[in-house]
């Protein structure tokens, strides 16, 4: 079985919907930070926040574009207690889509999707740009 431009689409909406959460987990943890002790840390997340709705954006017209509908659902997690918790399950997200935006970039070109591939291509750079970022705020 290969994969196909519908099993794309349905990746893609898996992406989705970890934007989605990656959304709500910076919204929360910006939030709820105290103290000047996170003060850039809370300007590094906006950064971040802003950025992830760019890739949500970015993800839904990919699916649009492929002839998908972009999903609404929200993942189910759980918050974190403390900021290094909390932290730590961020760079955790991050990883994963990561490694999930470096196959989805490789399954466009390999559809013959290139448009696609480039779209993408912008987002994943900036998740690891995020990874590396939480990882100075894990080492502080």
């Given at each position: 079985?290969?994969?196909?431009?519908?099993?794309?689409?349905?990746?893609?909406?898996k992406?989705l919907?970890?934007?989605?959460?990656?959304?709500?987990?910076?919204?929360?943890q910006?939030?709820?930070?105290?103290?000047?002790?996170?003060?850039?840390?809370?300007?590094?997340?906006?950064a971040?926040?802003?950025?992830?709705?760019?890739?949500?954006?970015?993800?839904?017209?990919?699916?649009?574009?492929?002839?998908?509908?972009?999903?609404?659902?929200?993942?189910?997690?759980a918050?974190?207690?403390?900021?290094?918790?909390?932290?730590?399950?961020?760079?955790?997200?991050?990883?994963?889509?990561?490694?999930?935006?470096?196959?989805?970039v490789?399954?466009?070109?390999?559809?013959?999707?290139?448009?696609?591939?480039?779209?993408?291509?912008?987002?994943?750079?900036?998740?690891?740009?995020?990874?590396?970022?939480?990882?100075?705020?894990?080492?502080?």
């Open positions: 079985m290969s994969f196909k431009k519908e099993d794309l689409i349905t990746e893609l909406n992406d919907q970890f934007e989605y959460k990656s959304i709500v987990l910076y919204v929360t910006i939030a709820s930070l105290k103290g000047a002790k996170y003060q850039q840390t809370i300007e590094e997340l906006r971040h926040l802003d950025q992830e709705v760019q890739h949500a954006i970015t993800v839904a017209q990919q699916i649009d574009f492929l002839g998908g509908k972009p999903s609404t659902t929200l993942p189910d997690f918050l974190e207690d403390t900021p290094k918790e909390a932290f730590e399950a961020d760079l955790e997200l991050e990883s994963k889509q990561l490694s999930r935006y470096r196959e989805r490789q399954q466009a070109d390999d559809l013959g999707l290139p448009d696609v591939a480039e779209a993408l291509s912008p987002v994943l750079e900036e998740t690891q740009h995020h990874l590396r970022d939480l990882r100075s705020v894990l080492a502080a």
